[in-house]
């Protein structure tokens, strides 16, 4: 499997600075080893997905709806999404879940959808810090792992500990490996052996400078990378500090569609 570094732009980017964004990861030209996906707001991913057209970057959303289409102001499909160039979307994000009061069974709503309109989910999950200092990290990300990650799951797993993000604090590297061989081995009861084939991402104050640290850990297959994926010369040096290492085993995500 080759490593997944996912840029999530949250609400950022307008029209020039994401052209400017999106040439620059063009130039930068294909990364070895690794598969480059930038996920911006809405309404510049059609710009974005035909800036990018032909190149190594894929382009995905943060969020969709469960739903195909109809009465639902202001939300996006997956479909809508497909149809606007993305191969990817981001499902359950921490400040979705705390900002939009999402719950596990409406994230698993949602992988679903995004799965039946050709997209790759990437479903995050992670815990508060309280629930860290308690000792619940796990029981609370493997609850939430049952909750949000549909039968017949074909997609990518970020986890992001809340109080990682935005912080510039990551949690130790056995702590990193703990919960990611924890989270494969929930994967594995819950899906069988198709658990073994989804990516586990990492996501929390992702730098170029400890990039490849956590990377190197077992089980992690890549980043979900948030304020450094907003400089061009930051997410490339995440990515080409990925790229020195060696990933592991399985199959890559293609850029017509879904592939964990
Ligand atoms: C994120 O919000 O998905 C994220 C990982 O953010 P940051 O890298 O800024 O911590």
Redesign the pocket.
């Known amino acids: 499997m080759r490593h997944l570094i996912a840029g999530?732009w949250?609400m950022n980017g307008l029209r020039a600075p994401a052209l400017a964004l999106a040439a620059a990861l063009r130039n930068a030209g294909p990364i070895e080893g690794c598969d480059l996906l930038a996920c911006p707001p809405a309404t510049v991913l059609a710009l974005l997905a035909d800036a990018l057209a032909g190149s190594h970057v894929m382009v995905g959303g943060q969020d969709c709806h469960a739903a195909p289409a109809g009465p639902h102001t202001g939300d996006v499909s997956a479909s809508m999404l497909r149809d606007a160039g993305a191969t990817a979307v981001?499902v359950g994000?921490?400040?979705r879940r705390q900002d939009h009061g999402e719950t596990d069974r409406a994230v698993r709503a949602k992988a679903h959808a995004a799965q039946a309109a050709g997209l790759l989910p990437i479903v995050?999950v992670g815990e508060t810090e309280q629930e860290r200092l308690d000792g619940r990290a796990d029981i609370v990300v493997g609850s939430q792992l049952l909750g949000s990650v549909p039968e017949g799951f074909i997609g990518a797993v970020?986890y992001?500990p809340v109080w990682?993000?935005?912080?510039?604090r990551t949690p130790a590297d056995t702590e990193v490996a703990d919960m990611h061989a924890a989270i494969r081995q929930v994967l594995l009861d819950h899906l069988g052996p198709d658990g073994a084939a989804v990516r586990i991402l990492y996501?929390?104050?992702?730098?170029a400078a400890n990039v490849a640290s956590l990377l190197a850990l077992p089980e992690v297959g890549g980043?979900?990378?948030?304020?450094?994926?907003l400089m061009a010369a930051d997410f490339i040096a995440i990515a080409r500090a990925a790229s020195t290492l060696s990933p592991p085993a399985a199959s890559a995500l293609s850029k017509d569609g879904a592939g964990a």
């Open positions: 999530n949250k981001i994000h921490s400040e995050c970020a992001e990682a993000i935005g912080t510039g996501g929390g104050s992702v730098k980043a979900l990378v948030g304020g450094a994926s």
